[in-house]
């Protein structure tokens, strides 16, 4: 029997007028971007919608932007869709995602995913202020050349996301070392990711036990859909082995192409992104062509979503 997934986007997905259409057609999205707002403080829907761009982007400001309009989004698509949209056998969620998975599976409520995605964001920043680094997408080289360049660099792999695609984490004098080893290895693309710090990777380090801290002081329930781990690509089942994997989840690998592998095999054959973008839909597709994707960022996705035929 064929199946279906919901995956959510990270850090990275979001751009200024996310969410604005829901709000404005949406009582359930409204009522999580009023949330979101009152949990926070301050006006954070305004952000979403009116930018700036660059206080949109600070780390503490989107991840819990992104994860607030990716659940709008799910809300939305749940509330209006008569059922078209179908019910996740998995779901993941790419880094930041995942603490939007967890909602979307109950283990986190609304409130308390926002508040602890606000502490991480923070902790990110502040670990990248300690230890000063960035992020270097690789488009084009395997992995066994990229363990190598990583070797010889001091850089950390830090995101797997699909055959071709590999994000690697280190300070900036290291990712200049690498950039110019993956050159001349025949790289096809070097995007520097526009983040502030080497995220994933040991320079987060001085950060995990101030969050290790924080996240035991959050209540988190067993999932109501299975979630798929970024870091051992396993079914999470429990609470402790979710703040386990939240923990290494900041300093680690996140092996998104082996999710996804681990979903297809055990019977996924229709993927939903849920979220600003449509990142993930693109690593699915080169991860296995023979999936089905479709994204729902907006109101106009949803409206359609009857009519919509997802993509082979």
């Known amino acids: ?22 709000y404005d057609i949406s009582s359930a999205a409204r009522e999580v971007f009023d949330e979101t707002d009152a949990i926070l403080g301050f006006p954070l829907s305004r952000l979403c919608f009116e930018g700036p761009e660059e206080e949109l982007t600070k780390t503490h400001n989107v991840q819990p932007a992104v994860l607030a309009t990716s659940i709008a989004c799910l809300r939305t698509a749940q509330q209006t869709s008569n059922n078209d949209l179908p019910s996740p056998s998995l779901i993941a969620g790419h880094s930041l995602g995942e603490y939007t998975a967890l ?20 902790l990110m920043h502040e670990a990248g202020q300690k230890n000063p680094g960035g992020m270097l997408a690789i488009i084009g080289l395997d992995l066994e050349a990229i363990e190598e360049i990583c070797l010889r660099s001091k850089c950390d792999i830090s995101n797997i996301n699909c055959p071709t695609q590999t994000v690697i984490s280190g300070a900036a004098e290291s990712l200049a070392e690498a950039r110019e080893l993956a050159r001349a290895r025949g790289a096809l693309r070097l995007i520097p ?3 502030s710090g080497a995220f994933h990777s040991s320079l987060m380090e001085p950060v995990i036990a101030e969050f290790s801290e924080v996240i035991s002081t959050f209540a988190l329930h067993p999932p109501t859909i299975p979630v798929i781990a970024n870091v051992t690509t396993q ?18 690998c996140i092996q ?8 297809i095999h055990n019977g996924v054959t229709s993927f939903y992104e849920i979220g600003p973008g449509k990142v993930l839909c693109g690593l699915i597709k ?3 062509a023979k999936t089905q994707t479709l994204n729902i960022s907006g109101i106009k996705d949803i409206i359609h979503l009857k009519n919509s035929t997802i993509t082979n």
Not at 5 to 20: E, L
């Open 235 to 252: 079914v999470l089942t429990d609470a402790d082995s979710i703040k386990e994997e939240l923990i290494k989840q900041l300093r680690h």
């Open 256 to 263: 998104w192409q082996s999710s996804i592998e681990y979903m």
């Open 103 to 122: 909602v979307a599976a109950n283990v986190l409520s609304l409130g308390d995913a926002v508040s602890l995605v606000r502490e991480r964001g923070r």
């Open 1 to 22: 029997m064929a199946k279906a997934a919901y995956v959510f986007p990270g850090q990275g997905s979001q751009q200024v007028g996310m969410g604005a259409d829901l």
């Open 286 to 288: 080169r991860t296995s």
């Open 193 to 195: 990711l526009k983040v």
